[in-house]
């Protein structure tokens, strides 16, 4: 659970506009184990399915979603079940006619 909040912790410091940019910068905090240490977490790792913390519908993992002009970071328990951590509004796009 620590790691999803240092996740949560990543977004809200913003610096991205759409949801491909937030899971840019998800994924390239993730992709390097030492970027754990300067988080304050030990590591990546997901202790409920192995391997590392991704954008995953399973549990230990978490996703990413866009409902009603926000993004949801939803993390999936070890029961299997979702459950939304936080939701940030996503500038809406406006298309040009």
Do not use: C
């Amino acid at each position: 659970m620590e790691q999803k909040i240092v996740l949560e912790m990543i977004l809200d410091d913003g610096g991205w506009q759409t949801i491909t940019e937030a899971r840019a910068i998800l994924q390239k905090a993730t992709s390097n184990p030492t970027n754990a240490i300067a988080y304050g977490v030990t590591n990546w790792d997901n202790y409920l399915v192995s391997g590392q913390i991704r954008e995953e519908d399973s549990p230990g993992n978490y996703l990413l979603r866009k409902t009603n002009n926000q993004l949801q970071f939803v993390t999936i328990g070890n029961d299997g079940g979702e459950y939304v951590l936080r939701n940030w509004d996503l500038r809406v796009q406006h298309q040009t006619p």
